[in-house]
């Protein structure tokens, strides 16, 4: 089993940064695509950012393009996401997710953490 689990959340202005960290427990987690993703109450589970474990390539969903970044460091089990320009509408719960075989879409992976509350005042 690998348990994710996140942190860094919390309320912050419109404008302002964030960094979101994820932790697994796992001793394969170099093995892993990560990713997060979001969600709203009555809203889809949305594609945020992924990063690959053979070569750390990256893919940031269309939202989020030139704001947030996601990095990994595998000595620490880690996964972040750095959020800047944060709008209202970023507002959401986040939540990271490991696959061994990676993919853009939820259904594709396998591990989840309880996710990590983002709230953005305007």
């Known amino acids: 089993q690998v348990q994710l689990v996140e942190s860094g959340g919390g309320l912050v202005q419109a404008g302002d940064s964030l960094r979101l960290s994820c932790t697994a427990s796992?001793?394969?987690?170099?093995?892993?695509?990560m990713a997060w993703f979001r969600q709203t109450p009555g809203k889809e589970r949305e594609f945020v950012a992924a990063i690959d474990w053979r070569d750390s390539t990256t893919r940031d969903g269309d939202s989020v393009k030139g704001r947030f970044f996601i990095s990994r460091d595998n000595g620490a089990n880690t996964v972040y996401l750095h959020t800047n320009s944060l709008q209202a509408e970023d507002t959401a719960g986040y939540y990271c997710?490991?696959?061994?075989?990676?993919?853009?879409?939820?259904?594709?992976?396998?591990?989840w953490g309880l996710g990590a509350q983002v709230a953005v005042s305007s």
């Open positions: 997710a490991a696959s061994y075989w990676g993919g853009l879409t939820a259904q594709k992976y396998d591990y």
């Open positions: 796992t001793v394969t987690f170099g093995s892993y695509t």
